[in-house]
């Protein structure tokens, strides 16, 4: 299982800006989708966003327009671009990667998972 590492999180206001970062080990991100889950307390994992490894996106409805996920395959990087944060945003974000042809924005598709980072957002 490749081993995936978010960082960027942090506490911000409502309609501040994060980006999010997730290293992925050579090769990853060039040829797995890779995906963003989030996890409030309390709550199930949810979707995100997802970047598949021939480059078409899929967002779910509550961040579509305000988060972009984007993918760098020289630096094996996958971002997300979070902006006019919300406080229903909060939650811990969590990077994880699934073999092609998996559906993108269900939990069980994707095998690896990083240890996740901390976004909150205050009103």
């Known amino acids: 299982q490749a081993q995936l590492v978010e960082s960027g999180g942090g506490q911000v206001q409502t309609g501040d800006s994060l980006r999010l970062s997730c290293v992925a080990p050579p090769r990853t991100v060039m040829w ?11 709550r199930e994992r949810e979707f995100v966003a997802a970047i598949s490894r021939s480059g ?3 967002y779910s ?8 996920i984007s993918r760098d395959n020289a630096k094996n990087t996958v971002n997300l671009q979070m902006n006019v944060l919300k406080p229903e945003d ?9 073999e092609p ?3 993108a924005a269900v ?3 994707y095998k690896s998972w990083g240890q996740g980072t901390q976004v909150t957002v205050s009103s």
């Open 101 to 103: 042809g998996n559906p």
């Open 90 to 98: 909060t939650a811990v974000y969590y990077c994880a990667a699934a």
């Open 32 to 42: 797995y989708t890779m995906g963003w889950f989030r996890q409030a307390p309390g």
């Open 107 to 109: 939990a069980s598709s």
């Open 56 to 58: 078409p996106t899929a």
């Open 61 to 68: 409805d509550s961040v579509k327009g305000r988060f972009t």
